[in-house]
């Protein structure tokens, strides 16, 4: 039991920063990266981590072998509800940190995304897919509700017929249906996902304002909530305060210089 609840919890979610972008991954190849609850704490703890650091400016997120992450671990479901009870978060909040950090969050989607999984692929901003993988929702098979948000998400991306029949069928689908619906956002050749999101998310850390990218990341959460005119007058407001940045003036000289632009990151406060 101790080993399923997640003692080596670091070593069951790795990180690592490079060239400006972190990388989670759910490491428990054998497991097919089955979550446990310190798995999630862990999780919770890395993207805080990612969004804290200056040296990051935007994050991957992955699972190690040929799974992005099959749910919660199928021995603790058998184990009865109060181990269960554990996968309960403190605060409500707290499986939303990859939607509430500044930075933007991509899934490489390598392998099966099943159950509670769900609710951290959709809390990526942007999800790229494995050419096999596959995603099913699962929980109505298993006498389960829509778990860590995901009703409320799907119906954003997929639009609520779709985000419902996935829900209730909890059937299994390909990458290119997923990729139909809006669940993601493309589908590589199997073997490259990690290296495409890579690829796509240092783009973002090397081209792209962290001030913008935070700013614009926060808005699209924000307008989903909001009237058309709420929406439009924060647009006005945050078009003012953009302008006041330096990052501007930096992209117009780095045009004129024919070089990459060198945008400071904002304050952490």
């Given amino acids: 039991m101790t080993d399923l609840l997640g003692d080596n919890r670091v070593d069951a979610v ?3 920063v490079a060239d400006g972008v972190a ?9 097919r990266n089955a979550l446990t609850p310190a798995m999630v704490d862990r999780y919770v703890e890395l993207m805080h981590e990612a969004d804290d650091d200056p040296a990051v400016r935007a994050i991957v997120l992955t699972g190690a072998g040929k799974g992005f992450c099959s749910g919660a671990d199928l021995g603790l479901l058998a184990e009865g509800e109060e181990t269960l009870r554990k996968f ?5 909040a707290t499986v939303d940190a990859a939607i509430r950090t500044r930075k933007p969050v991509v899934a490489a989607v390598n392998g099966a995304v099943a159950g509670i999984a ?7 901003d942007v999800r790229i897919a494995s050419q096999d993988a596959t995603f099913a929702t699962m929980f109505a098979r298993l006498g389960l509700v829509a778990e860590y948000n995901t009703s409320w998400m799907l119906q954003r991306l997929l639009g609520l017929p779709n985000a419902m029949e996935l829900l209730l ?3 299994t689908i390909d990458a290119d249906e997923a990729h139909r619906l809006g669940l993601v956002q493309r589908v590589v050749p199997a073997g490259t996902v990690l290296s495409a999101a890579l690829d796509y998310a240092r783009d973002l850390a090397h081209n792209c304002s962290p001030r913008s990218l935070a700013a614009i990341k926060s808005q699209v959460y924000a307008d989903a909530e909001r009237s058309r005119g709420e929406a439009l007058a924060a647009s006005v407001r945050l078009m003012g305060e953009s302008f006041g940045w330096p990052d501007l003036a ?5 045009r004129q210089e024919k070089r990459p632009p060198n945008f400071s990151a904002p304050s952490s406060s």
């Fill in 14 to 16: 790795r990180y690592e």
């Fill in 88 to 92: 309960l978060p403190g605060t409500p």
């Fill in 250 to 254: 930096e992209a117009i000289l780095a």
């Fill in 23 to 31: 990388t989670i991954t759910l490491n428990r190849p054998e497991k």
């Fill in 118 to 124: 769900f609710g951290l692929l959709v809390g990526a």
């Fill in 169 to 171: 069928s909890g059937r």
